[in-house]
């Protein structure tokens, strides 16, 4: 694929197309980790209604970016200036083809220039080997939450990109 994949932060003309991205990848990407389980998938999934992406999007401790291949939405994701990932989403069909990656360096850049040194988050089973190719680490034992089961991960941001 020649095209690069172009990464800026979301505005409010997104938030419709966030929404379908974010139900998407839960439903189809991450079928492994919820196993379409309604209760599950409807805990994992409250959070996708253009209420509160537009929340999201008017809160400035929090970056939401999307990326763009072709000026299609193909990925999102979201971090706040604690350091913390909140999620990376990717239209399954655009999986293992660089827009997970270049969503998180994007992140990445943006809480290095909030002063954060080490990032943290929490994924299931489906993406832990994309972040731990990131660079991720686990740092605490995982635990069950809704149903899923959340590892957490960190990463030093302090050494070169």
């Not at 197309?17 to 439903?27: A, L, P």
């Not at 970016?65 to 999102?76: E, S, T, Y």
């Not at 190719?133 to 959340?150: E, I, P, Q, T």
Request: proline residues 4%; glycine residues 6%; charged residues 20%.
């Amino acid at each position: 694929m020649d095209d690069p994949i172009q990464t800026c932060k979301a505005t409010a003309a997104d938030v419709g197309i966030i929404s379908r991205i974010i139900d998407r990848s839960i439903r189809v990407g991450c079928a492994r980790d919820h196993r379409n389980q309604p209760q599950t998938l409807a805990v994992w999934t409250r959070n996708t209604s253009l209420e509160h992406i537009q929340h999201w999007l008017a809160d400035p401790r929090l970056y939401l970016n999307i990326a763009l291949l072709q000026d299609k939405p193909v990925g999102v994701a979201m971090a706040s200036v604690c350091g913390k990932v909140a999620f990376c989403y990717v239209q399954p069909e655009w999986f293992r083809r660089g827009v997970g990656q270049a969503l998180l360096a994007d992140l990445e850049a943006w809480l290095r220039d909030q002063g954060q040194q080490r990032v943290r988050l929490h994924c299931t089973r489906s993406s832990e080997a994309f972040y731990r190719n990131l660079g991720y680490r686990s740092c605490a034992r995982a635990f069950m939450v809704a149903g899923l089961k959340a590892i957490p991960m960190h990463k030093d941001l302090t050494s070169p990109a």
